[in-house]
């Protein structure tokens, strides 16, 4: 199984980045996706997740300023941010997972967002 993000980097504070992570060696559709970040000296936090049905869940912190999306025929979610902040800045992981069944991780990407 691999998760491969993509889409980090350094932004200005205000504007916007789009996180990508596509999946391969699980069955994309029946999996729940979902974007986590970690700061430095932070725990690792849910940012949003979606479900195989398209339902969506954000974080407080994010909710009207992130977008998750799915597109199954690509085997991919996205993550559209948009007005970020300074405190947004973390490394960003995607996750697929079965609940109770299983869980995935991908390799993180950095996203830096400068005040």
């Known amino acids: 199984v691999q998760l491969q993000a993509s889409g980090g980097g350094l932004v200005q504070a205000g504007g916007s980045l789009s996180l990508s992570c596509a999946a391969s060696?699980?069955?994309?559709?029946?999996?729940?996706m979902a974007w986590y970040r970690q700061a430095p000296g932070k725990q690792r936090e849910l940012v949003a997740e979606?479900?195989?049905?398209?339902?969506?869940n954000y974080a407080n912190s994010v909710k009207g300023r992130f977008t998750i999306s799915r597109d199954n025929a690509k085997n991919t979610v996205y993550l559209q941010m948009n007005s970020l902040k300074p405190e947004d800045t973390a490394v960003y992981y995607c996750?697929?997972?079965?609940?109770?069944?299983?869980?995935?991780w991908g390799q993180g990407t950095q996203v830096t967002v400068s005040s």
């Open positions: 996750k697929a997972f079965r609940p109770g069944r299983s869980v995935y």
């Open positions: 060696g699980i069955i994309f559709s029946i999996n729940y």
């Open positions: 979606i479900t195989t049905t398209g339902s969506t």
